[in-house]
C-alpha cells in the first residue's frame, strides 16, 4: 500500500516522457511513427487535436481490446487518456523548436526515440498494465496465434496506410521509428537492467481493492 504513491509518481512522470518523446519525434520535421501518423491523419481530417485524436483511438482499442478478454489497468487508462493531454499540452507550449534541417532532423527523431524507451522503463516499471496498443497486439497474437513480430507490424502498416491517407506526415522518420523504435527499447532496459518480464502488472479490480478494501 505504503508504495502506490512512489508508483503513480512513476507511472505518470513515464506517461509525460512518452508524450514529450512523441513531440520531439514530430519536431524532427521528417515523418512521424505509424501511430502519430494515424492520429495525425485523424486530427486532420476532423479538426480535432492530435492529442484529442490519440485519446479517442486510445479509448476505442481499449474497448476493443477488454472485449477481446485483455485485462485492464490503471496504466491502461492512463496511456489512453494522459498521453494525449500531455501532447496537445506540449504541442501549445511550444518550447520544442523546429528541426532547422535534415540532420537535426534525424537528430531529434533519435533523441525522441530514445526519450520514449526512457519513457517506457518507467511506465511498464510501474505495473499498472500495458497500454492500450499494446494489449491489442498481445490479444491479436493470442487470438490469431501468428508472430508478436508480425502481429505489431501489420498492425502499424495499417494504421500508416490509413494515417497517410487522411493528411498524416509520412517520411525518413517514420522508417526510423519502424526500424529502430525496438532497437532504443532494448539499450535503454539493458543500461538500466531492466527486467520487463519480472514485473507483476495489476488489473484495474486489484489496484482497487488495495487501495479501497473492495472485493
Known amino acids: 500500500m505504503k508504495k502506490y504513491p512512489v508508483r503513480l509518481l512513476r507511472l505518470t512522470f513515464g506517461l509525460f516522457l512518452f508524450a514529450l518523446g512523441i513531440v520531439v519525434t514530430m519536431r524532427g520535421n521528417i515523418g512521424y511513427a505509424p501511430w502519430d501518423v494515424f492520429h495525425t491523419g485523424i486530427a486532420k481530417t476532423t479538426g480535432i487535436s492530435i492529442g484529442t485524436a490519440s485519446i479517442i483511438v486510445g479509448i476505442l482499442i481499449g474497448i476493443f481490446t477488454a472485449l477481446m478478454g485483455e485485462k485492464i489497468g490503471l496504466g491502461t487508462l492512463g496511456n489512453m487518456v494522459l498521453i494525449g493531454f500531455f501532447i496537445d499540452l506540449l504541442l501549445n507550449l511550444n518550447f520544442?523548436?523546429?528541426?532547422?534541417?535534415?540532420?537535426?532532423?534525424?537528430?531529434?527523431?533519435?533523441?525522441?526515440?530514445?526519450?520514449?524507451?526512457?519513457?517506457?522503463?518507467?511506465?511498464?516499471?510501474?505495473?499498472?498494465?500495458?497500454?492500450?496498443?499494446?494489449?491489442?497486439?498481445?490479444?491479436?497474437?493470442?487470438?490469431?496465434?501468428?508472430?508478436?513480430?508480425l502481429c505489431r507490424g501489420s498492425i502499424e502498416l495499417i494504421v500508416l496506410a490509413i494515417g497517410w491517407k487522411l493528411g498524416g506526415m509520412v517520411g525518413l522518420g517514420t522508417v526510423i521509428s519502424a526500424l529502430t523504435t525496438g532497437f532504443c527499447v532494448q539499450i535503454t532496459f539493458h543500461l538500466l537492467r531492466f527486467n520487463v518480464v519480472a514485473v507483476q502488472h495489476e488489473t484495474l479490480a486489484q489496484t482497487y481493492k488495495a487501495l479501497f478494501g473492495g472485493k
Not at 519513457?119 to 508472430?147: C, E, N, Q, W
Open 96 to 149: 520544442i523548436p523546429l528541426a532547422a534541417g535534415f540532420f537535426y532532423g534525424i537528430l531529434m527523431m533519435i533523441v525522441g526515440m530514445f526519450i520514449i524507451a526512457l519513457a517506457t522503463y518507467f511506465y511498464i516499471g510501474s505495473g499498472f498494465g500495458a497500454g492500450p496498443r499494446d494489449s491489442l497486439m498481445v490479444a491479436l497474437t493470442r487470438k490469431t496465434h501468428l508472430p508478436v513480430g
